[in-house]
T-cell receptor, first 113, second 116 residues
Framework: NAGVTQTPKFRILKIGQSMTLQCTQD?????MYWYRQDPGMGLKLIYY???????DKGEVPNGYNVSRSTTEDFPLRLELAAPSQTSVYFC????????????FGQGTRLTVV | GNSVTQMEGPVTLSEEAFLTINCTYT??????LFWYVQYPGEGLQLLLK?????DKGSNKGFEATYRKETTSFHLEKGSVQVSDSAVYFC???????????????FGKGTLLTVNP
């Protein structure tokens, strides 16, 4: 059982480049999330989605875009990469119900130089 | 809005010592509470959860009790091992400000190092 799969695991970008971080889950979860984790810091919510076609901003959405065309996939797009976007990015998914936990991917370590 | 405040680290203990990591929360309604663990270089894994007041979550010797009167969910373990060295996150899942959807909110994490 795959769970939440993120690709790539590592990436180095130059300032101004763009890229898409992929996230897919095979648990038929309604909710999906993107977080970033800066060194020594907690998780900050970038965007989340409560179902296909529905997305909403989290705490730190600037510089990112998302889409949710299917239940399984929730890609995160970085346009015009900046050094401030150097971080580890985690995708997660869960059922809607309040008492259900989120499952996390292994993370994507992104460096912008 | 919802928020989670947890004990700042780092915490360094000797093997077999008692562990407490404090966590308090602010939320609308009746959230579910979680502890996640992150081992070096990995994603977060659920450690335990409690979904209503006075519930006790437990796993791998760790315990936490949902205390609605003190809005707390402190993590405890009676005897830590070197293999428990990791970052621990307290989290809640509760209704967003619009009351329509659930949001998952994390504390800042506490780094635990256990020395032999």
């Amino acid at each position: 059982n795959a769970g939440v799969t993120q690709t790539p695991k590592f990436r180095i970008l130059k300032i101004g480049q763009s890229m898409t971080l992929q996230c897919t889950q095979d648990m038929n979860h309604n909710y999906m999330y993107w977080y970033r984790q800066d060194p020594g810091m907690g998780l900050k919510l970038i965007y989340y989605s409560v179902g296909a076609g529905i997305t909403d901003k989290g705490e730190v959405p600037n510089g990112y875009n998302v889409s949710r065309s299917t239940t399984e996939d929730f890609p995160l797009r970085l346009e015009l990469a900046a050094p401030s976007q150097t971080s580890v990015y985690f995708c997660a998914s869960s059922y809607k119900a309040a008492n259900t936990e989120a499952f996390f991917g292994q993370g994507t370590r992104l460096t912008v130089v | 809005g919802n928020s989670v405040t947890q004990m700042e680290g780092p915490v360094t203990l000797s093997e077999e010592a008692f562990l407490t990591i404090n966590c308090t929360y602010t939320a609308t309604g009746y959230p579910s509470l979680f502890w996640y663990v992150q081992y070096p270089g990995e994603g977060l894994q659920l450690l335990l959860k409690a979904t209503k007041a006075d519930d006790k979550g437990s796993n791998k010797g760790f315990e936490a009790t949902y205390r609605k009167e003190t809005t707390s969910f402190h993590l405890e373990k009676g005897s830590v091992q070197v293999s428990d060295s990791a970052v621990y996150f307290c989290a809640l899942k509760g209704l967003n400000s619009g009351g329509s959807n659930y949001k998952l909110t994390f504390g800042k994490g506490t780094l635990l190092t256990v020395n032999p």
